[in-house]
């Protein structure tokens, strides 16, 4: 190859069938798959925009001829399983420190570390019952977890809601509530 062959760069033209469903598909359902791998990271957000990239990534590569339909699933499988893979990675990394670090002192350490870190009962159960509710609300469709943040979180009035969905109010109260049985159903899988 010659080196002027090697300087021309590669193109590569993105299909047109389904680029403009997967990018307006990923604008729609973004935030609720950043907070996915956030809540599920914890304080790690450079992390969490990696896994995105890289959803975005897969996505580009493979998501361009799924139905419009069926996007925002194909987007939530495919962000689990960045995440599994990642988790993965982790626990190599970190049983590798582990057996690099094991030496008597700092084992001692360590478990000294744990045995001083105590919580009361209640701040306990009311940590755990704030992980399980982060953990089910982004386990929800897009549109559920807008819906009860909006409400929920944000403080948003009924009227206010279906003004900026532009649908009656009657019609927010029955998604509200459909979202939260779909809730309560994701409370349980969480449960201990």
């Not at 975005?56 to 996007?71: D, F, I, N, Y």
């Amino acid at each position: 190859m010659s080196i002027a062959a090697a300087s021309v760069p590669i193109v590569i033209d993105p299909p047109t069938d389904g680029w403009a469903d997967l990018r307006r598909e990923f604008a729609r359902s973004g935030d609720a798959l950043h907070r996915y791998f956030a809540v599920r990271l914890g304080a790690d957000a450079s992390s969490a925009d990696d896994l995105m990239q890289q959803l975005w990534m897969q996505a580009a590569r493979g998501a361009t001829h799924v139905p419009a339909a069926e996007l925002e699933f194909w987007l939530r499988r495919a962000a689990r399983n960045l995440l599994a893979t990642y988790w993965r990675k982790q626990r190599t990394r970190a049983t590798t420190e582990l057996n690099a670090a094991a030496n008597g002192d700092e084992a001692t350490r360590l478990a000294q570390r744990f045995i001083s870190t105590s919580l009361p009962a209640d701040e306990l159960e009311r940590i755990e019952l704030h992980e399980r509710l982060k953990l089910a609300i982004t386990s929800l469709p897009t549109s559920e977890q807008e819906l009860l943040i909006r409400h929920y979180f944000e403080g948003a009035s009924h009227a206010a809601i279906a003004e900026a969905m532009g649908i009656s109010e009657r019609a927010v109260e029955g998604r509200l509530y459909r979202a939260r049985a779909l809730l309560r159903d994701r409370m349980t899988r969480y449960e201990t």
